[in-house]
């Protein structure tokens, strides 16, 4: 089982990047799925968080409004389109999913968890 994140980068502020989680070895469709980030120094914090059947989102204080979570069950993705970047978005971000269907919020809750990828926002 394998969760894989692409599409970080550096950017400059007020740009956009869309991060993508692909999961592999067993579908994730009945799963909520989250989106965490870590930056230097600090303790992974919660991003974004999607159900099973994507009806239901939760987003961080610090995102709502900018970024946006989505999901394609049929090709097994979990996608986090982010706008308006700041230089305080700087972070590894992490995919992660849920045991059960609903929003994953807390990452103790996470049963697995992508590699992470760079997202890198200069001011």
Do not use: H
């Amino acid at each position: 089982v394998q969760l894989q994140a692409s599409g970080g980068g550096l950017v400059q502020a007020g740009g956009s990047l869309r991060l993508s989680c692909a999961a592999s070895g067993r579908t994730f469709s009945r799963n909520g799925m989250a989106w965490f980030r870590q930056a230097p120094g600090r303790e992974r914090e919660f991003v974004a968080a999607i159900s099973w059947s994507g009806g239901s989102t939760y987003y961080a204080d610090s995102v709502k409004g900018r970024f946006t979570i989505s999901r394609d069950n049929a090709k097994n993705t979990v996608y986090l389109q982010m706008n308006s970047l700041k230089p305080e978005d700087t972070a590894v971000y992490y995919c992660a999913a849920d045991v059960g269907p609903g929003i994953l919020s807390n990452a103790r809750n996470a049963r697995y968890w992508g590699q992470g990828t760079l997202v890198t926002v200069s001011s």
